[in-house]
Protein backbone atom coordinates (compact mmCIF):
# COMPACT_ATOMS: atom_id res chain seq x y z
CA UNK A 1 0.00 0.00 0.00
CA UNK A 2 0.92 3.85 0.07
CA UNK A 3 2.69 3.88 3.34
CA UNK A 4 4.46 0.40 2.36
CA UNK A 5 5.61 2.73 -0.48
CA UNK A 6 7.07 5.11 1.23
CA UNK A 7 8.93 3.63 3.81
CA UNK A 8 10.86 2.13 0.58
CA UNK A 9 14.43 3.47 0.08
CA UNK A 10 15.28 4.54 -4.07
CA UNK A 11 17.51 6.82 -4.92
CA UNK A 12 16.39 6.21 -8.82
CA UNK A 13 13.09 6.50 -8.12
CA UNK A 14 11.88 3.32 -9.82
CA UNK A 15 9.31 0.86 -9.25
CA UNK A 16 11.53 -1.64 -9.83
CA UNK A 17 13.52 -0.90 -6.69
CA UNK A 18 9.52 -2.11 -4.39
CA UNK A 19 9.09 -4.41 -7.07
CA UNK A 20 12.29 -6.70 -5.68
CA UNK A 21 11.40 -6.69 -2.84
CA UNK A 22 9.30 -9.96 -3.10
CA UNK A 23 11.68 -13.12 -2.41
CA UNK A 24 11.05 -14.59 -5.85
CA UNK A 25 11.94 -11.22 -7.63
CA UNK A 26 15.85 -10.26 -8.29
CA UNK A 27 17.35 -7.12 -10.07
CA UNK A 28 20.00 -7.52 -13.31
CA UNK A 29 22.09 -4.48 -12.80
CA UNK A 30 23.85 -5.32 -15.50
CA UNK A 31 20.37 -5.50 -18.02
CA UNK A 32 19.18 -2.21 -16.90
CA UNK A 33 17.98 -2.75 -13.77
CA UNK A 34 15.79 -5.45 -14.86
CA UNK A 35 13.61 -7.83 -12.83
CA UNK A 36 13.92 -11.71 -12.86
CA UNK A 37 10.85 -13.34 -11.11
CA UNK A 38 11.53 -17.10 -10.86
CA UNK A 39 14.32 -17.14 -13.08
CA UNK A 40 12.66 -15.91 -16.38
CA UNK A 41 14.16 -13.03 -18.45
CA UNK A 42 12.90 -9.74 -17.44
CA UNK A 43 11.59 -9.25 -21.01
CA UNK A 44 8.99 -12.20 -20.14
CA UNK A 45 7.47 -10.04 -17.24
CA UNK A 46 3.89 -8.01 -17.85
CA UNK A 47 3.90 -4.74 -16.10
CA UNK A 48 0.49 -2.80 -16.25
CA UNK A 49 -0.80 0.34 -14.29
CA UNK A 50 -4.05 0.70 -14.16
CA UNK A 51 -5.03 -2.65 -16.05
CA UNK A 52 -2.84 -1.15 -18.87
CA UNK A 53 0.16 -3.13 -20.56
CA UNK A 54 2.85 -1.02 -19.79
CA UNK A 55 5.73 -3.93 -20.84
CA UNK A 56 8.29 -3.25 -23.38
CA UNK A 57 5.99 -5.30 -25.83
CA UNK A 58 8.75 -4.94 -28.74
CA UNK A 59 11.33 -6.07 -26.63
CA UNK A 60 14.55 -4.22 -27.42
CA UNK A 61 15.59 -2.73 -24.14
CA UNK A 62 16.55 -5.76 -21.68
CA UNK A 63 15.07 -4.22 -18.67
CA UNK A 64 11.53 -4.87 -19.40
CA UNK A 65 10.08 -1.65 -19.56
CA UNK A 66 9.68 0.82 -22.37
CA UNK A 67 12.42 3.20 -21.27
CA UNK A 68 15.35 3.12 -18.85
CA UNK A 69 13.33 4.79 -15.46
CA UNK A 70 10.47 3.75 -14.25
CA UNK A 71 6.95 4.28 -16.26
CA UNK A 72 5.17 6.64 -13.76
CA UNK A 73 6.12 8.80 -11.08
CA UNK A 74 6.96 7.07 -7.73
CA UNK A 75 4.76 9.40 -5.64
CA UNK A 76 1.67 8.22 -8.01
CA UNK A 77 1.51 4.99 -7.10
CA UNK A 78 -0.97 3.70 -4.38
CA UNK A 79 -0.53 -0.01 -4.78
CA UNK A 80 2.15 -2.20 -6.27
CA UNK A 81 1.66 -6.21 -6.31
CA UNK A 82 3.96 -9.10 -7.59
CA UNK A 83 2.54 -11.81 -8.58
CA UNK A 84 4.53 -15.02 -9.51
CA UNK A 85 2.05 -17.55 -10.93
CA UNK A 86 -1.15 -15.91 -10.46
CA UNK A 87 -3.92 -18.56 -11.59
CA UNK A 88 -6.71 -15.84 -11.97
CA UNK A 89 -7.80 -15.98 -15.87
CA UNK A 90 -7.16 -12.02 -15.99
CA UNK A 91 -3.62 -12.59 -15.83
CA UNK A 92 -2.16 -13.10 -19.06
CA UNK A 93 0.20 -12.29 -21.20
CA UNK A 94 3.75 -13.23 -19.21
CA UNK A 95 5.73 -16.09 -18.56
CA UNK A 96 7.73 -14.24 -15.83
CA UNK A 97 5.83 -12.73 -13.48
CA UNK A 98 3.49 -10.03 -13.66
CA UNK A 99 4.10 -6.66 -11.86
CA UNK A 100 0.69 -4.74 -11.47
CA UNK A 101 0.34 -1.08 -10.62
CA UNK A 102 -2.41 1.21 -8.91
CA UNK A 103 -2.42 4.64 -9.34
CA UNK A 104 -3.52 6.93 -6.53
CA UNK A 105 -7.02 8.98 -6.82
CA UNK A 106 -8.32 11.96 -5.20
CA UNK A 107 -10.32 12.56 -2.26
CA UNK A 108 -12.80 15.59 -0.66
CA UNK A 109 -9.26 16.79 0.78
CA UNK A 110 -6.60 18.51 -1.45
CA UNK A 111 -3.39 17.17 -0.72
CA UNK A 112 0.16 17.73 -2.29
CA UNK A 113 3.70 16.77 -1.84
CA UNK A 114 6.75 17.57 -4.21
CA UNK A 115 10.77 17.00 -3.53
CA UNK A 116 14.18 18.38 -5.27
CA UNK A 117 17.49 16.22 -5.31
CA UNK A 118 20.72 17.35 -6.58
CA UNK A 119 24.20 16.01 -7.02
CA UNK A 120 27.58 17.03 -9.00
CA UNK A 121 31.22 16.28 -9.22
CA UNK A 122 31.49 19.28 -6.16
CA UNK A 123 30.04 16.83 -4.26
CA UNK A 124 32.14 13.76 -4.50
CA UNK A 125 35.79 12.98 -4.06
CA UNK A 126 38.20 13.67 -6.35
CA UNK A 127 40.22 10.16 -5.01
CA UNK A 128 39.61 7.14 -4.38
CA UNK A 129 42.78 6.08 -2.06
CA UNK A 130 45.60 6.41 -4.16
CA UNK A 131 43.55 7.11 -7.46
CA UNK A 132 42.69 10.42 -8.68
CA UNK A 133 39.74 10.94 -9.71
CA UNK A 134 38.25 13.84 -12.87
CA UNK A 135 34.36 13.33 -13.19
CA UNK A 136 31.94 15.84 -14.40
CA UNK A 137 28.64 15.14 -13.75
CA UNK A 138 25.26 16.88 -12.86
CA UNK A 139 22.50 15.02 -11.02
CA UNK A 140 18.85 17.28 -10.64
CA UNK A 141 15.31 15.41 -9.71
CA UNK A 142 12.09 17.37 -8.62
CA UNK A 143 8.54 16.64 -8.75
CA UNK A 144 5.34 16.65 -6.95
CA UNK A 145 1.69 15.14 -6.44
CA UNK A 146 -1.91 16.71 -6.10
CA UNK A 147 -4.75 15.77 -5.61
CA UNK A 148 -8.32 17.11 -4.71
CA UNK A 149 -11.99 17.27 -5.22
CA UNK A 150 -13.74 18.93 -8.23
CA UNK A 151 -17.01 18.51 -7.11
CA UNK A 152 -17.17 17.24 -3.65
CA UNK A 153 -18.15 13.40 -3.35
CA UNK A 154 -19.03 12.99 -7.02
CA UNK A 155 -15.91 13.76 -9.27
CA UNK A 156 -11.79 13.95 -8.20
CA UNK A 157 -8.78 14.70 -10.00
CA UNK A 158 -4.72 13.33 -9.27
CA UNK A 159 -1.60 14.92 -10.70
CA UNK A 160 1.45 13.93 -10.51
CA UNK A 161 5.04 15.09 -11.96
CA UNK A 162 8.79 14.26 -11.91
CA UNK A 163 11.19 14.84 -13.84
CA UNK A 164 14.94 14.06 -14.13
CA UNK A 165 18.37 16.09 -15.76
CA UNK A 166 21.68 14.18 -15.17
CA UNK A 167 24.66 13.95 -17.02
CA UNK A 168 26.93 10.78 -16.55
CA UNK A 169 30.92 11.03 -17.23
CA UNK A 170 31.67 8.64 -20.72
CA UNK A 171 33.71 5.44 -20.28
CA UNK A 172 36.41 6.11 -22.63
CA UNK A 173 38.56 9.28 -23.17
CA UNK A 174 42.32 10.75 -23.58
CA UNK A 175 45.00 10.01 -20.69
CA UNK A 176 44.34 12.88 -18.20
CA UNK A 177 40.36 13.33 -19.05
CA UNK A 178 37.54 11.74 -18.25
CA UNK A 179 36.72 7.83 -18.80
CA UNK A 180 39.01 4.71 -19.30
CA UNK A 181 41.85 6.64 -21.63
CA UNK A 182 42.31 4.61 -25.12
CA UNK A 183 45.98 3.73 -25.64
CA UNK A 184 47.86 6.01 -27.50
CA UNK A 185 45.67 8.64 -28.69
CA UNK A 186 46.08 12.02 -28.09
CA UNK A 187 44.39 15.17 -28.41
CA UNK A 188 46.64 16.38 -31.31
CA UNK A 189 45.14 12.92 -33.16
CA UNK A 190 42.05 13.80 -32.25
CA UNK A 191 42.16 17.84 -33.94
CA UNK A 192 43.68 16.32 -37.22
CA UNK A 193 41.02 13.57 -37.77
CA UNK A 194 38.37 16.98 -37.04
CA UNK A 195 40.68 19.06 -39.42
CA UNK A 196 40.45 16.32 -42.15
CA UNK A 197 37.27 15.54 -42.34
CA UNK A 198 36.28 19.19 -42.37
CA UNK A 199 38.54 20.07 -45.42
CA UNK A 200 37.78 16.86 -47.55
CA UNK A 201 34.13 16.19 -46.22
CA UNK A 202 33.37 19.15 -44.99
CA UNK A 203 31.96 17.31 -42.10
CA UNK A 204 32.23 18.43 -38.04
CA UNK A 205 33.37 15.29 -36.54
CA UNK A 206 31.90 17.19 -32.98
CA UNK A 207 34.87 16.15 -31.26
CA UNK A 208 35.23 14.56 -27.99
CA UNK A 209 31.78 13.22 -26.69
CA UNK A 210 32.80 14.39 -22.42
CA UNK A 211 29.14 13.66 -20.82
CA UNK A 212 26.54 10.98 -21.82
CA UNK A 213 23.67 13.08 -20.97
CA UNK A 214 19.81 11.34 -19.89
CA UNK A 215 16.65 12.77 -19.39
CA UNK A 216 13.47 11.23 -18.04
CA UNK A 217 10.03 13.72 -17.79
CA UNK A 218 6.79 11.50 -17.02
CA UNK A 219 3.60 13.08 -15.90
CA UNK A 220 0.04 11.07 -15.14
CA UNK A 221 -3.46 12.86 -14.60
CA UNK A 222 -6.32 10.50 -13.31
CA UNK A 223 -10.09 11.55 -13.05
CA UNK A 224 -12.44 9.61 -10.82
CA UNK A 225 -16.30 9.97 -11.01
CA UNK A 226 -18.80 8.66 -9.02
CA UNK A 227 -21.40 8.64 -11.31
CA UNK A 228 -23.85 6.93 -8.97
CA UNK A 229 -24.55 4.70 -6.23
CA UNK A 230 -22.00 1.12 -7.19
CA UNK A 231 -21.35 2.97 -10.86
CA UNK A 232 -17.95 4.19 -10.75
CA UNK A 233 -15.80 5.47 -13.43
CA UNK A 234 -12.04 6.03 -14.10
CA UNK A 235 -9.77 7.83 -16.64
CA UNK A 236 -6.33 7.62 -16.13
CA UNK A 237 -3.56 9.54 -18.98
CA UNK A 238 -0.20 8.72 -18.93
CA UNK A 239 2.83 10.98 -20.51
CA UNK A 240 6.26 9.32 -20.66
CA UNK A 241 9.53 10.71 -22.55
CA UNK A 242 12.87 9.63 -21.70
CA UNK A 243 16.36 10.55 -23.42
CA UNK A 244 19.47 8.48 -23.12
CA UNK A 245 22.42 9.38 -24.68
CA UNK A 246 24.81 6.03 -26.55
CA UNK A 247 28.14 5.33 -26.95
CA UNK A 248 28.16 2.95 -29.67
CA UNK A 249 31.91 1.72 -31.13
CA UNK A 250 34.68 2.99 -28.26
CA UNK A 251 36.04 -0.02 -26.94
CA UNK A 252 38.84 -1.56 -25.31
CA UNK A 253 38.00 -5.03 -25.93
CA UNK A 254 40.82 -5.37 -29.16
CA UNK A 255 43.75 -4.49 -26.65
CA UNK A 256 46.00 -4.35 -30.28
CA UNK A 257 43.28 -1.76 -32.05
CA UNK A 258 41.84 0.21 -29.33
CA UNK A 259 38.81 2.52 -30.66
CA UNK A 260 37.10 5.78 -30.05
CA UNK A 261 33.93 7.20 -31.55
CA UNK A 262 34.14 11.10 -31.76
CA UNK A 263 30.80 12.76 -30.70
CA UNK A 264 29.05 12.87 -34.38
CA UNK A 265 29.39 8.56 -33.82
CA UNK A 266 27.31 8.61 -30.75
CA UNK A 267 23.19 9.61 -30.96
CA UNK A 268 20.18 10.09 -28.28
CA UNK A 269 17.63 7.41 -27.81
CA UNK A 270 14.35 9.73 -27.56
CA UNK A 271 11.76 7.28 -26.35
CA UNK A 272 7.94 8.93 -26.04
CA UNK A 273 4.55 6.85 -24.66
CA UNK A 274 1.17 8.51 -24.23
CA UNK A 275 -1.12 5.95 -22.93
CA UNK A 276 -5.15 6.28 -21.91
CA UNK A 277 -7.63 4.11 -19.48
CA UNK A 278 -10.65 4.21 -19.51
CA UNK A 279 -12.39 1.66 -16.85
CA UNK A 280 -16.39 1.29 -15.14
CA UNK A 281 -17.05 -0.98 -12.39
CA UNK A 282 -20.35 -1.12 -11.79
CA UNK A 283 -22.36 -3.25 -8.76
CA UNK A 284 -25.14 -4.10 -10.13
CA UNK A 285 -26.74 -5.84 -7.22
CA UNK A 286 -24.94 -7.78 -3.75
CA UNK A 287 -23.77 -10.39 -6.27
CA UNK A 288 -23.62 -9.13 -9.51
CA UNK A 289 -20.94 -7.38 -11.10
CA UNK A 290 -18.93 -5.84 -14.56
CA UNK A 291 -16.30 -3.77 -15.71
CA UNK A 292 -15.37 -2.95 -18.91
CA UNK A 293 -11.78 -0.91 -19.53
CA UNK A 294 -10.48 0.74 -23.14
CA UNK A 295 -7.07 1.33 -23.47
CA UNK A 296 -4.80 2.86 -25.77
CA UNK A 297 -0.87 3.44 -26.19
CA UNK A 298 1.81 4.94 -28.48
CA UNK A 299 5.05 4.48 -28.31
CA UNK A 300 7.55 5.95 -30.43
CA UNK A 301 11.89 5.40 -30.72
CA UNK A 302 13.43 6.90 -33.39
CA UNK A 303 17.43 7.41 -32.25
CA UNK A 304 18.49 10.92 -33.88
CA UNK A 305 22.48 10.97 -33.96
CA UNK A 306 25.08 14.21 -33.05
CA UNK A 307 26.09 14.22 -36.32
CA UNK A 308 24.87 15.82 -39.50
CA UNK A 309 22.80 13.46 -41.62
CA UNK A 310 22.86 11.71 -44.05
CA UNK A 311 26.35 11.00 -44.36
CA UNK A 312 28.13 7.90 -43.98
CA UNK A 313 29.85 6.74 -40.65
CA UNK A 314 33.88 7.00 -41.17
CA UNK A 315 36.61 3.99 -39.52
CA UNK A 316 39.85 5.77 -39.39
CA UNK A 317 42.89 3.97 -38.73
CA UNK A 318 45.51 6.90 -36.71
CA UNK A 319 48.69 5.37 -39.07
CA UNK A 320 50.10 8.32 -40.77
CA UNK A 321 50.22 6.34 -43.45
CA UNK A 322 49.19 2.42 -44.72
CA UNK A 323 50.83 -0.04 -42.58
CA UNK A 324 50.36 -3.89 -43.35
CA UNK A 325 46.82 -4.99 -44.60
CA UNK A 326 44.81 -2.27 -46.58
CA UNK A 327 41.40 -3.53 -44.89
CA UNK A 328 42.73 -3.50 -41.15
CA UNK A 329 44.45 -1.34 -39.07
CA UNK A 330 48.13 -2.39 -37.70
CA UNK A 331 47.57 -4.27 -34.79
CA UNK A 332 50.44 -2.66 -32.26
CA UNK A 333 48.29 -0.76 -30.28
CA UNK A 334 47.43 1.93 -32.82
CA UNK A 335 43.86 3.63 -31.70
CA UNK A 336 40.82 4.07 -34.46
CA UNK A 337 38.34 6.99 -34.75
CA UNK A 338 34.68 6.82 -35.78
CA UNK A 339 32.69 9.94 -36.56
CA UNK A 340 29.94 10.68 -38.70
CA UNK A 341 26.36 9.03 -37.99
CA UNK A 342 26.91 5.02 -36.03
CA UNK A 343 26.30 2.94 -39.19
CA UNK A 344 23.20 0.86 -37.28
CA UNK A 345 21.42 4.13 -36.80
CA UNK A 346 20.96 5.13 -40.53
CA UNK A 347 17.64 3.57 -41.06
CA UNK A 348 16.20 2.68 -37.21
CA UNK A 349 13.14 3.57 -35.44
CA UNK A 350 10.24 1.99 -33.42
CA UNK A 351 7.33 2.72 -33.82
CA UNK A 352 3.98 0.90 -32.19
CA UNK A 353 0.44 1.56 -31.26
CA UNK A 354 -1.81 -0.62 -29.33
CA UNK A 355 -5.58 -0.71 -27.72
CA UNK A 356 -8.13 -2.32 -27.16
CA UNK A 357 -10.83 -3.44 -24.75
CA UNK A 358 -11.87 -5.76 -22.08
CA UNK A 359 -14.51 -7.13 -20.19
CA UNK A 360 -15.69 -8.82 -16.85
CA UNK A 361 -18.88 -10.25 -15.52
CA UNK A 362 -18.88 -11.71 -11.51
CA UNK A 363 -21.48 -13.19 -9.69
CA UNK A 364 -21.91 -14.73 -6.35
CA UNK A 365 -23.59 -17.38 -5.00
CA UNK A 366 -23.56 -18.88 -1.47
CA UNK A 367 -20.04 -20.38 -1.90
CA UNK A 368 -20.24 -20.39 -5.30
CA UNK A 369 -18.36 -17.47 -7.37
CA UNK A 370 -18.64 -17.29 -11.07
CA UNK A 371 -16.03 -14.50 -13.59
CA UNK A 372 -16.40 -14.36 -17.49
CA UNK A 373 -13.52 -12.54 -18.90
CA UNK A 374 -13.50 -11.43 -22.33
CA UNK A 375 -10.85 -8.99 -24.54
CA UNK A 376 -9.37 -7.80 -27.79
CA UNK A 377 -6.30 -5.80 -28.32
CA UNK A 378 -5.10 -4.49 -31.36
CA UNK A 379 -1.27 -4.25 -32.35
CA UNK A 380 0.59 -2.11 -35.17
CA UNK A 381 4.11 -2.50 -35.25
CA UNK A 382 6.84 -0.97 -37.43
CA UNK A 383 10.57 -1.75 -37.07
CA UNK A 384 13.14 -0.29 -39.41
CA UNK A 385 16.69 -1.15 -39.27
CA UNK A 386 19.26 -0.78 -41.88
CA UNK A 387 22.82 -0.83 -40.97
CA UNK A 388 24.83 1.02 -42.98
CA UNK A 389 22.22 2.68 -45.35
CA UNK A 390 24.17 5.72 -45.78
CA UNK A 391 27.84 3.55 -46.28
CA UNK A 392 30.19 2.68 -43.48
CA UNK A 393 33.91 3.44 -45.05
CA UNK A 394 37.15 2.37 -43.30
CA UNK A 395 40.44 4.17 -44.20
CA UNK A 396 43.89 2.46 -43.15
CA UNK A 397 45.68 5.84 -42.52
CA UNK A 398 45.55 9.33 -41.73
CA UNK A 399 47.24 10.11 -45.47
CA UNK A 400 44.30 7.95 -46.95
CA UNK A 401 41.51 9.92 -45.27
CA UNK A 402 42.91 13.51 -46.57
CA UNK A 403 43.11 11.76 -50.21
CA UNK A 404 39.57 10.33 -49.72
CA UNK A 405 40.99 6.84 -50.85
CA UNK A 406 39.02 4.14 -48.45
CA UNK A 407 40.04 0.38 -48.05
CA UNK A 408 36.46 -0.83 -47.66
CA UNK A 409 32.97 0.22 -48.33
CA UNK A 410 29.70 -1.61 -46.72
CA UNK A 411 26.40 -0.61 -48.07
CA UNK A 412 22.81 -1.86 -47.77
CA UNK A 413 19.66 -0.92 -49.14
CA UNK A 414 16.32 -2.61 -50.80
CA UNK A 415 16.49 -4.31 -54.41
CA UNK A 416 13.70 -2.13 -54.83
CA UNK A 417 15.07 0.98 -54.36
CA UNK A 418 12.69 1.68 -51.36
CA UNK A 419 14.18 0.69 -47.83
CA UNK A 420 10.44 0.40 -46.78
CA UNK A 421 10.38 -2.54 -48.19
CA UNK A 422 13.13 -3.66 -45.51
CA UNK A 423 10.73 -2.51 -42.75
CA UNK A 424 9.40 -4.54 -40.28
CA UNK A 425 5.58 -3.46 -40.85
CA UNK A 426 2.97 -5.81 -39.46
CA UNK A 427 -0.19 -6.03 -37.58
CA UNK A 428 -1.90 -8.74 -35.51
CA UNK A 429 -4.89 -8.74 -32.93
CA UNK A 430 -5.35 -10.79 -29.71
CA UNK A 431 -8.99 -12.12 -28.58
CA UNK A 432 -8.95 -13.80 -24.80
CA UNK A 433 -11.64 -15.73 -23.23
CA UNK A 434 -11.95 -17.25 -20.13
CA UNK A 435 -14.35 -18.78 -17.59
CA UNK A 436 -13.40 -19.05 -13.78
CA UNK A 437 -15.52 -20.91 -11.25
CA UNK A 438 -14.04 -20.75 -6.85
CA UNK A 439 -15.49 -22.11 -3.92
CA UNK A 440 -14.90 -20.52 -0.51
CA UNK A 441 -17.02 -22.70 2.07
CA UNK A 442 -15.19 -21.15 4.79
CA UNK A 443 -12.58 -17.84 5.03
CA UNK A 444 -10.13 -20.60 5.89
CA UNK A 445 -10.18 -22.10 2.51
CA UNK A 446 -10.37 -21.46 -1.07
CA UNK A 447 -10.87 -23.97 -4.72
CA UNK A 448 -10.61 -22.06 -8.36
CA UNK A 449 -10.39 -23.82 -10.83
CA UNK A 450 -10.66 -21.54 -14.22
CA UNK A 451 -9.52 -21.69 -17.95
CA UNK A 452 -8.45 -19.25 -20.77
CA UNK A 453 -7.80 -18.95 -24.21
CA UNK A 454 -5.91 -16.46 -26.12
CA UNK A 455 -6.41 -16.37 -30.11
CA UNK A 456 -4.35 -14.42 -32.78
CA UNK A 457 -5.24 -13.03 -36.11
CA UNK A 458 -2.36 -11.85 -38.20
CA UNK A 459 -3.35 -11.59 -41.92
CA UNK A 460 -0.31 -9.94 -43.26
CA UNK A 461 2.53 -12.29 -43.75
CA UNK A 462 6.07 -12.13 -44.86
CA UNK A 463 7.74 -11.72 -48.26
CA UNK A 464 8.04 -15.43 -49.79
CA UNK A 465 11.95 -16.04 -50.19
CA UNK A 466 11.78 -19.24 -52.58
CA UNK A 467 14.98 -20.22 -51.46
CA UNK A 468 13.93 -21.10 -47.93
CA UNK A 469 11.46 -22.74 -49.68
CA UNK A 470 13.40 -25.11 -51.80
CA UNK A 471 16.18 -25.60 -48.97
CA UNK A 472 13.81 -27.24 -46.32
CA UNK A 473 10.66 -27.73 -47.74
CA UNK A 474 8.77 -25.39 -46.35
CA UNK A 475 7.76 -21.43 -46.55
CA UNK A 476 8.74 -18.73 -44.42
CA UNK A 477 5.76 -16.77 -44.34
CA UNK A 478 3.92 -18.32 -40.84
CA UNK A 479 3.05 -16.10 -38.49
CA UNK A 480 0.67 -15.76 -35.00
CA UNK A 481 -2.24 -16.05 -37.60
CA UNK A 482 -5.00 -18.51 -36.46
CA UNK A 483 -3.00 -19.87 -33.01
CA UNK A 484 -5.23 -20.58 -30.03
CA UNK A 485 -3.21 -21.08 -26.34
CA UNK A 486 -5.22 -22.46 -24.14
CA UNK A 487 -4.27 -21.86 -20.46
CA UNK A 488 -6.16 -24.38 -17.88
CA UNK A 489 -6.03 -23.02 -13.86
CA UNK A 490 -6.54 -24.90 -10.71
CA UNK A 491 -5.80 -23.37 -7.49
CA UNK A 492 -6.15 -23.76 -3.32
CA UNK A 493 -5.45 -21.78 -0.63
CA UNK A 494 -5.80 -23.38 3.13
CA UNK A 495 -5.18 -21.58 6.68
CA UNK A 496 -4.94 -24.68 8.85
CA UNK A 497 -3.80 -21.78 11.79
CA UNK A 498 -4.13 -18.41 12.19
CA UNK A 499 0.08 -17.88 11.59
CA UNK A 500 0.23 -20.79 8.46
CA UNK A 501 -1.49 -20.25 5.25
CA UNK A 502 -0.92 -22.79 2.65
CA UNK A 503 -1.14 -22.57 -0.92
CA UNK A 504 -1.05 -24.39 -4.16
CA UNK A 505 -1.88 -24.77 -8.04
CA UNK A 506 -0.88 -25.78 -11.68
CA UNK A 507 -1.47 -24.20 -14.81
CA UNK A 508 -0.13 -22.86 -18.24
CA UNK A 509 1.08 -19.38 -18.81
CA UNK A 510 1.40 -18.16 -22.01
CA UNK A 511 2.26 -14.58 -24.10
CA UNK A 512 4.19 -11.89 -23.63
CA UNK A 513 7.23 -12.73 -26.33
CA UNK A 514 8.72 -9.88 -27.69
CA UNK A 515 7.29 -8.95 -30.82
CA UNK A 516 11.25 -8.61 -32.36
CA UNK A 517 10.50 -12.29 -32.61
CA UNK A 518 7.90 -11.57 -35.19
CA UNK A 519 9.35 -8.77 -36.78
CA UNK A 520 12.42 -10.53 -37.96
CA UNK A 521 10.48 -12.90 -40.26
CA UNK A 522 9.34 -9.34 -41.95
CA UNK A 523 12.62 -7.07 -41.83
CA UNK A 524 14.90 -10.08 -42.82
CA UNK A 525 13.49 -12.18 -44.76
CA UNK A 526 15.69 -12.46 -47.50
CA UNK A 527 14.19 -10.99 -50.85
CA UNK A 528 14.41 -7.71 -50.49
CA UNK A 529 17.43 -6.64 -48.28
CA UNK A 530 20.55 -6.56 -50.00
CA UNK A 531 24.38 -5.26 -49.16
CA UNK A 532 27.60 -4.79 -50.77
CA UNK A 533 31.10 -4.88 -49.65
CA UNK A 534 33.67 -3.24 -51.81
CA UNK A 535 37.34 -3.66 -50.50
CA UNK A 536 40.81 -2.75 -51.90
CA UNK A 537 43.29 -5.77 -52.69
CA UNK A 538 46.98 -6.11 -51.83
CA UNK A 539 48.10 -5.03 -54.78
CA UNK A 540 45.66 -1.78 -54.88
CA UNK A 541 42.82 -3.09 -56.76
CA UNK A 542 39.51 -3.73 -55.58
CA UNK A 543 37.16 -6.50 -55.50
CA UNK A 544 33.73 -4.98 -56.94
CA UNK A 545 30.16 -7.14 -56.48
CA UNK A 546 28.41 -7.79 -60.06
CA UNK A 547 26.81 -4.22 -61.64
CA UNK A 548 23.36 -5.92 -60.85
CA UNK A 549 23.66 -6.63 -57.39
CA UNK A 550 25.59 -3.13 -56.67
CA UNK A 551 22.64 -0.99 -58.61
CA UNK A 552 19.94 -2.55 -56.62
CA UNK A 553 21.58 -1.80 -53.27
CA UNK A 554 22.77 2.23 -54.19
CA UNK A 555 19.13 2.61 -55.66
CA UNK A 556 17.77 2.69 -52.04
CA UNK A 557 20.76 4.81 -50.56
CA UNK A 558 20.50 8.73 -50.53
CA UNK A 559 22.37 9.94 -53.99
CA UNK A 560 24.68 12.09 -51.98
CA UNK A 561 26.34 9.42 -50.53
CA UNK A 562 27.49 7.76 -53.45
CA UNK A 563 28.36 10.85 -54.97
CA UNK A 564 32.05 12.54 -55.18
CA UNK A 565 30.66 15.11 -53.37
CA UNK A 566 30.81 12.60 -49.80
CA UNK A 567 33.55 10.14 -50.97
CA UNK A 568 35.00 8.45 -53.86
CA UNK A 569 34.94 4.55 -54.16
CA UNK A 570 38.63 3.03 -53.08
CA UNK A 571 41.07 3.93 -55.73
CA UNK A 572 42.93 1.65 -57.98
CA UNK A 573 45.90 3.12 -58.22
Same mark, same amino acid.
Given at each position: ???????????????????????????????????????????????????????????????????????????????????????? %????????????????????????????????????????????????????????????????????????????????????????????????????????????????? =????????????????????????????????????? #?????????????????????????????????????????? =?????? =?? #?? $??????????????????????????????????????????????????????? #???????? $??????? %????????????????? #????? *????????????????????????????? $?????????????????????????????????????????????????????????? =???????????????????????????????????????????????????????????? *????????????????????????????????????????????
Amino acid at each position: DREAIEGVASTRRDIRDIARRDPFATMDPGQNRGIIIAGQNARLNKFSVDGLRFTDTFGLNTGGLPTARGPVPLDAIEQLSVKVAPYD %ISEGDFQGGSINLVLRSGGNRFSGTGFYTFNSDGLTSTRTQALPQNLKFTSKNWGGFLSGPIIKDKLFFAFSYEKLEETQPTLYGLAGGQGTPIPNLTQGIVDQVGTIAKSAY =NYDTGGLYTAIPETDEKYTAKVDWNIADGHRFAFTYI #HNKGLNGADQNSSLSNGASPALALKSDDYLRPEIIDSYVGEL =NSDWAG =NF #HT $QLRGNYRKYDLSPVPFGATPFSEMQVCTDQTSVGSAIQCSQTGVPRLYFGPDRFR #HFNYVRTK $QYGVDAA %IRWEYGDISMKLTGSWE #HYDIA *NAFAASAWGAYYFDSLADLQARNASSLSL $QGSIDGNLNSVLASFKYEQFTFGVQGAYDPSPDFNLTAGIRADLYSMPGRPPLNTNFL =NRYGFPNTATLNGRIVTQPRLSFSWSPLDTVKVRGGIGLFAGGSPDVFVGNSYSVAGVFG *NTINISRNADGTCTVPTVAIATATTMSADPVLTSDRVLRRPSTA
